[in-house]
């Protein structure tokens, strides 16, 4: 089966800083990524959809300017984190669809953020 | 209302059941149904896809549609403790890069 890597499992940083999640499909081309969020015992929450080579497109009530997403190349997309806050603790999960539809979509391993 | 309900459990069964994981959802839209497995601070894992109503098995797993009543199914055949784990529900519409409704998961505990 397909496989996302998803990069760092967990990541512990101080408020203000920004911190970077990698999503890499690795044996197939994902034209299209997303990015989740998952509060404990609630489900995933769609934050926005990646699509290679133009701007992601966000979920409404989701800052743009806060999630920096970048899908610069069909295996590699990347959420960038500014300036965080412990409100931003969060556990957070990419997946990747191939060019032929959503039907399946494959996902990484999640990141588990806390900010301090 | 929420497009997708999903009793959230937990479910405890004894080993060598039969579990059953249901979801309902609002939207006539969906066509395509499946079903994620996820362990603890894990990323969701595949188990089954279906398109459309009726039945596909697969090993112990059975997904089981019915569209006419918006209700869909897991079927756990022999239940074993490794299946203990929070079972998802997830449903989009037919075609393109259609946005993926999830249910909140059931967390399903098999006691050895």
């Known amino acids: 089966g397909a496989v996302v890597s998803q990069h760092p499992s967990w990541v512990i940083c101080k408020s203000g800083t920004s911190v970077k999640i990698e999503c890499r499909s690795l044996?197939?081309?994902?034209?299209?990524m997303f990015w989740y969020r998952q509060f404990p015992k609630q489900s995933l929450m769609l934050m926005a959809t990646?699509?290679?080579?133009?701007?992601?497109?966000?979920e409404q009530g989701v800052e743009k300017d806060k999630f920096l997403i970048n899908h610069a190349s069909l295996t590699l997309s990347t959420l960038t984190v500014t300036s965080a806050h412990p409100e931003d603790s969060s556990f957070y999960i990419c997946?990747?669809?191939?060019?032929?539809?959503?039907?399946?979509?494959?996902f990484g391993s999640g990141t588990q953020l806390s900010v301090l | 209302q929420k497009e997708v309900e999903q009793d959230p459990g937990p479910l405890s069964v004894p080993e060598g059941a039969i579990v059953s994981l249901n979801c309902t959802y609002s939207?006539?839209?969906?066509?395509?149904f499946m079903w994620y497995r996820q362990y603890s601070r894990k990323g969701p894992e595949l188990l089954m896809y279906?398109?459309?109503?009726g039945n596909k098995e697969d090993g112990r797993f059975t997904a089981q549609v019915d569209k006419s009543s918006k209700y869909i199914s897991l079927f756990i055949r022999d239940s074993q403790p490794s299946d203990s784990a929070t079972y998802l529900c997830?449903?989009?519409?037919?075609?393109?890069?259609?946005?993926?409704?999830f249910g909140t998961g059931t967390k399903l505990q098999v006691i050895p």
């Open positions: 990646s699509n290679e080579g133009s701007k992601a497109t966000y």
């Open positions: 997946s990747a669809t191939t060019f032929q539809g959503s039907e399946k979509l494959f």
């Open positions: 044996d197939f081309q994902a034209t299209t």
């Open positions: 279906t398109y459309s109503s």
């Open positions: 939207n006539s839209a969906f066509q395509y």
């Open positions: 997830a449903m989009n519409s037919a075609g393109g890069y259609q946005k993926v409704t």
